[in-house]
């Protein structure tokens, strides 16, 4: 997975497929960066084609983990089916989504 | 020739008259390198005294080689089947090309009654090799053991990780059986209805679970529910969410001490007393369920429901060119304690089902790694729908099932339809 900080933004490119195997060969890593980090952060997943309900749980224990430290993980690049998912199961309620990583980041910048 | 047995240190103190007979009766022979002197088992007339090079002494066990000594200038080869008259006890071959005198028995015995000292030093020779060779057996039997010793005690490993396999085997056999009654033995079918429901874990147990309870009033609560992830983790949850919202839903007074009992209440009292149990007392495990509750009044066709992050169950039959999805709810339960789940109304007219399924149907994956996906679920059930949820069920998962061609089933899958006959 590959990581960038932009700023203070830390930035995951999220690999293709999200299954089981696909989230064990990234939780780990998301989630000693993210306690590290404390703070703002995007999950870039332009590049993800199939999300199982355990990269969503990934997701979600990331923005469990950011937010009481007043941090975020806000979501960019979603393909259509991927958006699909997150609007079918509501997480489209949880997260801050962009069509792309220069949006969120412009968001960060802005409106904090 | 003389000259050639001075060279051999067993022979030097030889008095010359003897040295010269035995040079009339003995020969030179030259070996290759590679080149076998004699083979285990031959009949042996004669022994060697080496010149130059050197000779490897081999022996042959369950067709394996095994060298047993390399014999160097000086040395004396062969002489005990001459002394015993037996056949060779082991294979000669030349390491390096190599110059040999031959001594038949004749000139052998002559050497042994020529010199006692010499017949010392041969007996000397002799008994040093027995000795060796009795050390280098005594060595391979210690070796062997030992070997034995390791591979017995890898064996009784593997047994034990054998038993231990197959304890957890049972077990979880059991677990399927436990978790195979959660899920109704067989669903009423109200007069104008049909209800069917399949669910198959991807492992051993699952993470889906359906569930039909007959509600007092005559209405009937119909659940659907996945919880993230699969395999016992989320065959747990299944078992606690689905007895949480049995229990709650019977049993309104008692667990949500209300007294009202119209479907509204019971469907968002009990959807939220999960969700709280499970928000305050499971929020370490992060993992979420999503759920569709819905009571059907089958008088009537009212569905009063409630999604928690599910798959929008589809209506089918209402518009003859495609499914219709019921409208999107709220969050999976599991995630946030004050997620405000409210309730949706729907009706199902004469000829309209609706059918609910979890992601394990449509995202099962092909030989191509293509998806089921929602267009080929949705011609299905409508070319099926006038023919009941049963035959629409099995159409879906025998379709499902050839889909996937054999590949290992990669999610857990359930679906639950109800189906309303034409009037």
């Not at chain 2, 009423?188 to 359906?210: E, H, N």
């Not at chain 2, 929020?283 to 089958?298: E, W």
């Not at chain 2, 009537?300 to 060119?321: C, F, K, M, Q, V």
Request: charged share 20%; with cysteine; proline share 6%.
């Amino acid at each position: 997975m590959n990581v960038e900080q932009i700023d203070d933004v830390l930035v995951f490119t999220l690999p293709q497929r999200l299954d089981a195997n696909g989230v064990a060969a990234v939780e780990p890593q998301l989630a000693q960066q993210a306690a590290a980090h404390r703070g703002k952060m995007i999950a870039d997943m332009s590049e993800v084609n199939f999300v199982a309900s355990l990269a969503l749980r990934m997701l979600l224990t990331t923005l469990k983990v950011a937010q009481p430290l007043g941090g975020d993980l806000r979501i960019v690049g979603l393909q259509p089916p991927i958006a699909e998912i997150f609007r079918k199961s509501r997480f489209d309620t949880l997260f801050k989504i962009y069509p792309d990583r220069a949006a969120a980041l412009a968001d960060y910048q802005n409106n904090g | 020739m003389i000259d050639l047995l001075r060279r051999i240190p067993l022979f030097q103190n030889l008095p010359p008259s003897d040295l010269h007979d035995l040079a009339q009766i003995t020969q030179r022979r030259s070996l290759l390198a590679g080149e076998v002197l004699f083979q285990q088992g031959d009949v042996g007339p004669e022994c060697f005294a080496i010149l130059d090079g050197e000779l490897e002494i081999i022996i042959y066990v369950n067709d394996a080689e095994h060298r047993l000594d390399v014999y160097r200038p000086g040395q004396l080869i062969g002489e005990m089947a001459l002394i015993d008259q037996s056949p060779r006890a082991a294979t000669v071959r030349a390491l390096t090309n190599s110059d040999l005198i031959v001594l038949n028995e004749a000139a052998f015995l002559r050497l042994l009654r020529a010199s006692p000292d010499l017949a010392m030093a041969m007996l000397r020779n002799g008994v040093a090799r027995v000795r060796h060779t009795n050390q280098q057996m005594i060595g391979d039997l210690e070796r062997k053991n030992a070997e034995l010793l390791s591979a017995y005690r890898q064996l009784q490993a593997a047994q034990a990780d054998l038993i231990r396999l197959s304890r957890i085997e049972e077990e979880l056999a059991v677990a399927r059986r436990i978790q195979a009654s959660f899920l109704p033995r067989s669903l009423p079918q109200p007069a104008g209805w049909t209800l069917a429901g399949y669910s198959r874990g991807a492992q051993a147990v699952g993470g889906d679970f359906y569930d039909c309870i007959p509600l007092p009033g005559g209405v009937l609560g119909l659940i659907v529910a996945d919880v993230c992830g699969k395999g016992i983790t989320a065959a747990l949850f299944v078992a606690l969410t689905r007895s949480l919202l049995r229990a709650a839903s019977l049993s309104p007074q008692s667990f949500l001490g209300q007294g009202n009992h119209d479907p509204e209440h019971i469907i968002t009292g009990a959807v939220w007393m999960v969700n709280d149990y499970l928000c305050r007392e499971h929020s370490d495990n992060a993992l979420f369920i999503t759920l569709f509750y819905a009571v059907l009044d089958p008088r009537t066709g009212t569905l009063t429901y409630l999604n928690a992050g599910h798959n929008p169950p589809l209506i089918i039959g209402r518009d003859p060119e495609r499914s219709i999805e019921t409208e999107l709810g709220f969050l999976p339960i599991g995630i946030t304690s004050n997620e405000p789940y409210g309730i949706l109304h729907e009706h199902l007219a004469p000829g309209e089902s609706l059918v609910a399924f979890s992601d394990g149907i449509t995202e099962a994956f092909g030989p191509d790694e293509e998806q089921f996906g929602e267009q080929r679920l949705d011609q299905l059930l409508r070319a099926y729908a006038p023919q009941g949820a049963q035959v629409m069920l099995t159409k879906v998962i025998e379709s499902v099932d050839h889909f996937t061609a054999g590949l290992p089933q990669s999610d857990d899958l359930t679906l639950f339809i109800i189906a309303r006959g034409c009037a």
